[in-house]
């Protein structure tokens, strides 16, 4: 009896203790596409925005949809990027400022043929509150170039409706950050 009694005010102590853990979605893991590497879940965040590179393909010699067909002039790089929008009001990503980093200190565009090709999102794209999204970047370049990084141009606005009035950045934000691709 004494025991059960020291066991109850363990468990109200700690019940009371404050100490609460967030609790975070359980989900299927997902199969890696043919031929595509999947990315050790490293991230960066931009305002109220976590990109993540999830996976990633590299010497691809064209891409296929189902209207066109395109060789690659070296080869194309496709980046799987999950983004995660944490705060209270969409934010814009703007797909084509979103640069491809190679190891000789070189940076490359989006391929917009392959883009279109591939039917993935084009323009300024959008994630509204509390989204998660996935997409598919495709760069074209030289065939021996070595991949290192995705430099991410974010928004780095925060939804807190004052600093909206104000223009106001999230608190330590920054506009660009490196996303490493390689495991």
Partial sequence: MRMAGVALTLAALTACSGTKSTPTYHLPPQPVRELESALPGKHVNIGEV???????????????????DLLAKGQYVRVR???????????????????LLTTDGKDYNLSYDAMEISRAPDGPFSIAAQEVRELDLWYDIP????????RILGDPSSSRLSDRL?????????TTADLP???
């Fill in 81 to 99: 990027l999950s983004m995660a929008n944490s705060g209270k009001t969409r934010h814009n990503l703007d797909l084509y400022k979103q640069r």
């Fill in 143 to 150: 065939a021996k170039a070595k991949v290192r990084a995705l």
């Fill in 166 to 174: 104000t223009g106001t950045p999230v608190a330590g934000s920054t």
């Fill in 50 to 68: 976590t990109y993540t590179a999830i996976a990633i393909r590299t010497d691809i010699v064209s891409v296929v949809g189902s209207h066109a």
């Fill in 181 to 183: 691709l390689t495991s």
